[in-house]
């Protein structure tokens, strides 16, 4: 038994002590939006950079604050404020521009015990990163994300794993460039939102980022086969449609464009709000008078289909030994109060997962299920835990993750987590604790 | 001099006009409202936003609204739907520690100052 109960309290002490000499993590909380719209961090996350549901129509929205058309402009810039296009700030609305350099960094350390290390290094405290990110709207007509990992070190356990493989993103440990894209919204007046750049295609409901623990990431959408470096939630190079209907039902395709290949890779998506804010942001209609379940619950449905071609390049390039697959899988995302339930399952099939010269097909599945209660002010905690199984070529890894997240400030995250993983290969136990901050 | 006294009364006197009904004290973190004319009623409402809403905000941010009729973050307008749209994203925010009763309260309060803020 790895984690002696003698144990636990001197490695979190260790890990609030030793936090503050720490460089920061691996969220994608913006604070550039915080800046940008003069509001706390909590309008879009729990404990960052988990959204709640009104961020979650933030970032359907494309970075535009929900609402209506013409709202994105500052007030000084607006027709009731002086103006058509008048104001102070005359020359950003007109160049299109955000008034302020949208930029923010996140940094993370990990501090990890293993006792079953393979070296033998049980205490591994050398495990950090620091991003940028950017992000924000032209006026209201587009919207713009980027990514980028200065710096990472270690077995970054918060990393990007799969593009570092796909040949499109160098390898990890190397400054790379992790989503870079920007969002025509209601491209030529139509309700369709035209993305194109280098993003994580919508297959699932959440984005990689929009955890309260990312570490590990979700078996259903992390997942990898053999030496296929495709997983659901790997950003791609690509251009994605996709649209609103009636502010509940949304739905999203696109190609991804691999390298060392001329065909392209296609997905869908579709998913389904059921309850509470819809996709837009606007409430609910809420009696205040009498009680309903409604009143709380929130439902949303989602479902997705990604078919796709890779394999081994070779000197040129050029991708040989290729595996044709696909995955498909379905979601489902239940909030009641400070209840929250994640559930995914993802069923996939490659027809030469090893790359090789002799294919070998194999059928894959995983799932994960995540409980987590947000205990929230005036403690900001979230309990969570976490199953999840996936069938891989060697047979079934089974993980089971209880965690503690805490924000002591909004822009600052500790986490405590403990993985428990029966795999083929044997059990492993791994206590982690993390600290991230965004600035 | 006589046109600059006049001048100079005329915009002191359209000033607070603009807002007659409400007696705001303080400013910035520290604005509040002055409840002493309020019915007993909304007396009763100003005590649980005084309360419950400063948790996560400062009540300058509802009062700008109030007087603006503007949501200062949003941009958006900030009338009687925009009020109950409000209590209901209030209610339904985890950690609020809002109750029903304690939400309708606050948007009534909203109202009648709404109300008060036009006149």
Known sequence: ?439 | MKKLLVTMLLLATSATAAHAGLKVIGKGDAMRLDPSDFPPAMKANYDIVRVKCVKCHTLERTIVAIQTGVAPISGQPFDRSATKAYGVKMLRKPDSNMSKPEVKASVDLMNWLLTEAER
């Not at chain 1, 002696?4 to 000499?21: D, N």
Request: hydrophobic share 35%; aromatic share 12%; with cysteine.
């Open chain 1, 1 to 439: 038994m790895f984690l002696k109960k003698r144990a636990v309290a001197p490695l979190c002490f260790l890990g609030l002590v030793l936090s503050p000499l720490l460089l920061p993590g691996s969220a994608d909380a913006i604070p550039a939006f915080s800046r940008q719209h003069k509001t706390e961090c909590s309008t879009c996350h729990t404990i960052y950079p988990e959204l709640n549901e009104f961020g979650d129509a933030f970032l359907k929205n494309s970075y535009v604050y929900p609402g209506k058309k013409g709202d994105a402009a500052p007030q000084g810039d607006r027709a009731d404020k002086g103006g058509a296009r008048g104001g102070a700030n005359e020359w950003a609305w007109i160049s299109g521009l955000p008034e302020q350099i949208p930029i923010s960094f996140t940094g993370t350390a990990d501090l990890a015990y293993d006792n079953d290390a393979f070296d033998g290094n049980k205490l591994d405290l050398s495990v950090r990163s620091l991003r940028l990110h950017a992000g924000g709207a032209f006026r209201d007509a587009a919207g713009f994300f980027v990514t980028y990992n200065l710096y990472t070190q270690g077995a970054q356990t918060g990393q990007i794993s799969a593009p570092g493989n796909s040949g499109n993103t160098p390898p990890n440990n190397t400054p790379n460039i992790n989503e870079l894209f920007l969002v025509w919204r209601n491209a030529l007046g139509t309700p369709v939102n035209l993305k194109v750049g280098r993003f994580e295609p919508k297959l699932s409901l959440w984005k990689r980022s929009n955890r309260v623990i990312g570490v590990p990431s979700y078996a259903s959408t992390a997942y990898l086969v053999g030496n296929s470096p495709f997983s659901v939630d790997a950003p791609q190079d690509g251009l994605e449609l996709n649209l609103l209907l009636g502010n509940r039902l949304l739905l999203a395709g696109g190609v991804v464009d691999r390298n060392g290949q001329n065909r392209k890779e296609g997905y869908g998506h579709a998913s389904l709000k059921i309850g509470g804010t819809d996709f837009k942001g606007h409430e609910p209609e809420v009696d205040l008078e009498s009680d309903s379940v409604w009143d709380f619950l929130t439902i949303t449905l989602g479902g997705f289909g990604y078919s796709g071609r890779n394999g081994q390049f070779d000197t040129l390039g050029i991708a040989r030994n290729l595996n044709e697959f696909y995955r498909v899988g379905g979601e489902i995302d239940i909030l009641y109060k400070r209840f929250h339930l994640k559930g995914g399952y993802t069923f996939g099939r490659d027809k030469n997962p090893l790359l090789a010269n002799v294919a070998d097909e194999f059928e894959s599945d995983a799932y994960a299920v995540e409980g987590e209660y947000y205990l929230g002010a005036p403690v900001n905690l979230i309990p969570l835990f976490r199953y999840e199984y996936q069938e891989g070529l060697r047979g079934g890894t089974r993980r089971y993750i209880p965690a503690l997240a805490y924000a002591p400030l909004q822009n600052t995250r500790l986490t405590l987590q403990y993985i428990y993983s029966d795999a083929p290969e044997g059990t492993n136990k791994t206590a982690l604790a993390s600290l991230a901050f965004s600035l």
